[in-house]
Nanobody, 126 residues
Framework: QVSLVESGGELVQTGGSLRLSCAYVRTFSTHAVGWFRQAPGKEREFVAAISWRGGGTHYSDSVKDRFRISRDNARNTVNLEMNDLKPEDTAVYYC????????????????????WGQGTQVTVSS
């Protein structure tokens, strides 16, 4: 069963912090995992990705100095630590995996995996 389940989204004030989690089935423990987000009226955009061992990471320019992605394969989770949140970070955040090569290089090239979670809402108030 293909499964990616996000959690942790909530309402937070500007400058605050949140930690999102993505729980995945064991299949994805050997796959790179990415986070994307979609704001109302906008296209879904890449946020961050992590290699299957956790040694490689990649971030969008808009978050690279504020967000940190990590993973724990023993617990089958990928976390996204978000700091110094801004109103423009408001979006539904989605976990993603299942790229063609299963490697982080796919995300660096702008690819997306086949599998998505249901999303978790992050709202940053000004």
């Amino acid at each position: 069963q293909v499964s990616l389940v996000e959690s942790g989204g909530e309402l937070v004030q500007t400058g605050g912090s949140l930690r999102l989690s993505c729980a995945y089935v064991r299949t994805f423990s050997t796959h790179a995992v990415g986070w994307f987000r979609q704001a109302p009226g906008k296209e879904r955009e890449f946020v961050a990705a992590i290699s299957w061992r956790g040694g490689g990471t990649h971030y969008s320019d808009s978050v690279k100095d504020r967000f940190r992605i990590s993973r724990d394969n023993a617990r089958n989770t990928v976390n996204l630590e978000m700091n110094d949140l801004k109103p423009e970070d408001t979006a539904v955040y989605y976990c993603n995996s299942g790229t063609k090569s299963s490697r982080i290089e796919d995300y660096r090239r702008g690819a997306r995996g086949m599998y998505w979670g249901q999303g978790t809402q992050v709202t940053v108030s000004s």
